[in-house]
């Protein structure tokens, strides 16, 4: 047990001063608490956003934005050549097969064949290489002429 001092016994009365935690900006904002204390009656400070709740960008930086794209983008991509796409069509209708057949023996959207055929793609040189290896056709590179 503890032992108490010598002497005469006296006690501290000195006052202990107790605080509220100060709510969270999150429990401020949340709707619940704003409801209750515009129903209690205190002040409830709102404050617009700049640009809150319109659709509008601002124009000036879109311009910019273009302007520079416009400045640095090539002019146009690289397309199939057009003997190759004659190559590949020639290839594949001498070994009878369909533009889906081809697709899915070299692992492609048939999609890919056709855009290939119509001579819309970027020409990939692993795309070209599956149809030369399924084809027997070469169709990068010089063909020797």
Excluded: C
């Excluded at 001063?17 to 409801?35: G, I, S, Y």
């Excluded at 515009?38 to 509008?56: F, H, Q, Y």
């Excluded at 001498?94 to 001579?119: H, T």
């Excluded at 599956?130 to 056709?137: C, D, I, N, Q, T």
Aim: hydrophobic fraction near 40%; charged fraction near 30%; avoid cysteine.
């Amino acid at each position: 047990m503890p032992t108490r001092p010598a002497g005469p016994i006296s006690q501290d009365w000195e006052p202990v001063v107790l605080h509220k935690n100060r709510p969270k900006t999150q429990d401020l904002r949340d709707p619940k608490a704003v409801n209750q204390a515009l129903r209690s009656g205190k002040a409830v400070e709102t404050v617009k956003k700049a640009v809150a709740g319109t659709n509008k960008k601002a124009p000036a930086t879109v311009v910019n934005a273009r302007k520079l794209d416009e400045e640095t983008e090539p002019a146009a991509l690289a397309k199939v050549a057009a003997e190759v796409r004659l190559a590949i069509q020639k290839a594949r209708i001498a070994k009878k097969m369909s533009q889906a057949e081809l697709a899915k023996l070299i692992n492609e959207r048939p999609q890919v064949v056709q855009e290939y055929e119509n001579g819309k793609a970027v020409p990939n040189h692993m795309v070209l290489a599956k149809m030369e290896r399924v084809l027997g056709v070469k169709l990068r590179g010089k063909s020797g002429k």
